[in-house]
């Protein structure tokens, strides 16, 4: 089923858009799922969710590319679960090296300028990607977005794993010069 | 000892809060990423036709760069080994003799045979020289006296200019731009902050045209060598299996020839131009692909 077709059942509230959901893109859904909480089961009703909150939105929504915008719901999901989850207990996944190579990215504080908002955040990164070469925006969404690890990216896109975590380590520097620069506080 | 006990407990408390304080704000940018646009996303999963987006060139292909780099490093070490000997000939007497000319051909020729032996695919200029550069070296008059090695060279005969045609000599950028054929295609647009270290180029009167030139940043370096006769490069050619001539070059033949080593990009690229002019580009600098491609495009 095309995902035109898709669409058009979420648009006329035919519940075998779920069904079609869960065949098209369940397993997409569930491998962004897991990469974040590294449970099986949890993964699966953040994949359930997803289905819902997309029924919830369509109509009025109508997104260009229907597996990226119910990527970006179960993403979302998940990292919501995840920090339910870390409040009782810190585990090991990739998560949480990704969160840890982040930290990289925090800016320096020079006052008592007030935290960003979310939104202003969002729209500085998504700035920021744009200005990334091709290879390198590629490499540090696969990682931060899709929390890949090393070798899954590196023989994604061809290249040495040592490139890779280069391109990430230049990229992550990158970015917090730019957020300094654009005087963020986290 | 129940004091620092104490103490140690607050700073591991204190550890673990901003180790917490840290994840948070780094999730905060986790988050923000949810609202990358798709188009980016999309990119990603994106796949060429063999089944996926591939950065760098095949392992034989990665091979045959360093193979072409040794070829041209030989050749010019080659060229470099006879200018050597030409000047450190012409300090120890500053007369001029025909005995100058006589060791330079004869280095010439040695260089020429050595590299032969060694498997190296030599100019062919170089190994015509070579057969006659004795018989040209007697040619020379004995008056001769130079202040540089050019003009040495165009006070002696004939066969004497034929055998050094092959040692670079340091020319201006502009006579080098003035060069036929090959000036036409040195790089009008470098990134800011680089200087021009060394321009070399063959005397005029050789049968081809060649021109080396460096240009530095404290310790970023870009080289680029422009010649209308280099039979190796050729063959090389061939190996590569490209047509893309440096003219037509897109960003993504760019980016797939750049690694990154230590915070600097590495590339190198041999194509010909479509009037049939060879260049060798090696970068080693902090340098983005859209910056090399501003180079190439303004060959």
Redesign the interface.
Known sequence: VKDTEILDLYWNRDERAISESDKSFGGYCHSIAFSILRDREDSDECVNDTWLRAWNVMPPKRPDRLAIFLGTITRNLSIDRWKMKKAAKRGNGEMEVALDELVECIPAMHGTEEAVEAHELEHMINEFMHRLSERDCNVFLRRYYYLEEYSVISERYGLNINTVKTSLHRTRDKLREYLEKEGVVL | VNTKTYNEKNYNTDINKNNDS??D??????????????E?????EQKNKHG?????NSRLTKATRYLAACAVLAVIGIGSFAVFNLNTSKSSDSSGSTDNIAQIAAAVTENAETASDAGVQSPQPMMQESENGESAATKVDAATTGDAVTTEAAATTEDAAASLQDSRVEVSLDAAKSTERTGAHIPDELPEGYTLISCRSIPEGSSYNDIYLKWSNASDTITVEISDYYMVYDDLDLIYGSSVSIGNIS??DV?SR????N?KTDFTIDRKFDDGVYATVTINADI???EILAILKSM
């Open positions: 840290d994840t704000k780094a999730l905060r940018i986790m988050e923000a990423f949810s609202a990358v646009d798709e980016l996303l999309y990119r990603t996926k987006i591939t950065y760098i960003i993504e980016e750049c690694t990154y080593n915070g983005t692909p859209e």
